[in-house]
């Protein structure tokens, strides 16, 4: 379908370029952990971990981590993070489905989720899914893609041509959270601008990791005809992204079972 095979190309250019990230960066992360109350010896999951920056920061605060993706070669490339950040034997990564994950009932103090849902069309079922490898009182925290306003059809046409991703208005996102089963609900709200958009990018992933994504994506545009085609379909103009951070930004949520 039309719809899948956009997401497909939108990550797979983050795949080659082993690059991922999150709205807000690494200060999200950081208050999504304080909100979950995460510390040194807590079980979490990180679902969708991408290169698995979170994952590893959590194993350097002394938690014990798993972490998913749906990609094969994304969950390659966090292995590689974490034998950069010397966390390798503190991680245990998994190739999995955020609505089918391999783990028993109640078994992590906390599941976090870093703008990976919006990628879901089954939302709820996921949703459901975190919430039953929860222990009764652990947390799941959540930060995700909303509107902030009313987009308009172009807006919304511009998001789906680029990365084919689901935003939801942040009383939508409340709503499935609690009747996931989940109470105790805490939002905090941000708008999204350019330029924040690009510090928050830079602070997570960092300046080497960047230059070195851009060299593989570079490469693998010379040799791959197809993978030309298919980055070249899914690129924003500027008119475009700029409309978009009109009305667009993230919230954090975290919630206790």
């Given at each position: 379908m039309e719809q899948e095979e956009l997401v497909v190309d939108y990550l797979r250019t983050q795949s080659e370029a082993g690059i991922t990230k999150h709205l807000g960066g690494s200060?999200?992360?950081?208050?999504?952990?304080?909100l979950c109350r995460i510390g040194k010896g807590k079980y979490v999951l990180d679902v969708g971990c991408g290169i698995g920056i979170t994952a590893s920061l959590l194993a350097k605060k002394g938690c014990r981590v798993a972490a998913v993706d749906i990609s094969e070669k994304m969950v390659y490339w966090a292995k590689e993070t974490a034998k950069e950040e010397k966390v390798q034997d503190m991680v245990e990564f998994f190739v999995a489905d955020a609505k089918d994950l391999p783990f028993e009932d109640n078994t992590f103090d906390a599941v976090i989720c870093e703008s990976v849902l919006a990628f879901v069309a089954d939302k709820k079922k996921a949703l459901e899914e975190f919430v039953r490898v929860t222990k009764p009182g652990g947390y799941v925290g959540l930060n995700e893609s909303i509107w902030l306003e009313k987009p308009t059809?172009?807006?919304?046409?511009?998001?789906?041509?680029?990365?084919?991703s689901t935003f939801l208005y942040s009383d939508e996102w409340v709503k499935m959270l609690k009747e996931s089963g989940l109470h105790d609900v805490v939002i905090r709200k941000y708008r999204l601008t350019a330029m924040k958009e690009f510090i928050d990018r830079m602070t997570l992933i960092g300046f080497r990791r960047v230059i070195r994504g851009w060299v593989r994506?570079?490469?693998?545009?010379?040799?791959?005809?197809?993978?030309?085609?298919a980055l070249k379909g899914s690129l924003p103009t500027s008119g475009d992204a700029a409309d978009f951070m009109k009305y667009t930004g993230y919230a954090i949520y975290a919630a206790r079972k």
């Open positions: 200060g999200a992360t950081k208050e999504l952990i304080e059809k172009e807006v919304v046409e511009y998001f789906f041509r680029f990365n084919a994506v570079i490469s693998k545009l010379i040799s791959d005809a197809e993978f030309r085609k």
